[in-house]
């Protein structure tokens, strides 16, 4: 039986994945003491498919960006399921970190962020509410448009 977490996610539509692997010399996540933390997720979907690729303010809307951040927030909780194994242990989302891809002059990078944060929020309601931080970047693996990383208060 899934968690109250997931019955919330599954509500909106939402049913996690196995979580991908890393591409490169890290793991997906680390846990010390009572933290959670979760490597940066892209925004790829089930399939592997991205969901957005190239830069924020050329070509890419700030709707396609947000849906993309949803999509590497939807990425972060199925990797917090494979360390925890329960969404409901989650205690606290403490922080989102967030990469976008962005053209020079895209300023708009928190308004794309929004997406992930949403979602935590949804899922978590006060518990999801947390810090964050929005830094527009040159490139990202795969010419991906977003990655999130996060840490997680858990039980």
Known sequence: MAGTVEQKLAAEGIVLHEPTSPVANYVGFVRTGNLLIVSGQVCVNAEGKLIAKGKLGAGVTIEQGAAAA??????????????????????????????????????????????????????????????????????????????????????
């Not at 999509?71 to 925890?84: H, M, Y």
């Not at 300023?107 to 899922?123: C, F, I, Q, R």
């Not at 947390?130 to 795969?142: C, D």
């Open 70 to 155: 949803r999509g590497c927030a939807i990425n972060l909780l199925a990797q917090v399921k494979a360390a925890l194994g329960d969404l409901d242990k989650v205690t606290r989302v403490v922080r989102l970190g967030g990469f976008v891809n962005s053209a020079p002059d895209f300023t708009e990078g928190p308004k794309v962020l929004n997406g992930a944060s949403d979602l935590m929020v949804a899922a978590f309601g006060d518990k999801g509410r947390h810090a964050r931080s929005t830094v527009g970047v040159a490139a990202l693996p795969g010419d991906a448009a977003v990655e999130v990383e996060a840490i997680f208060e858990v039980a």
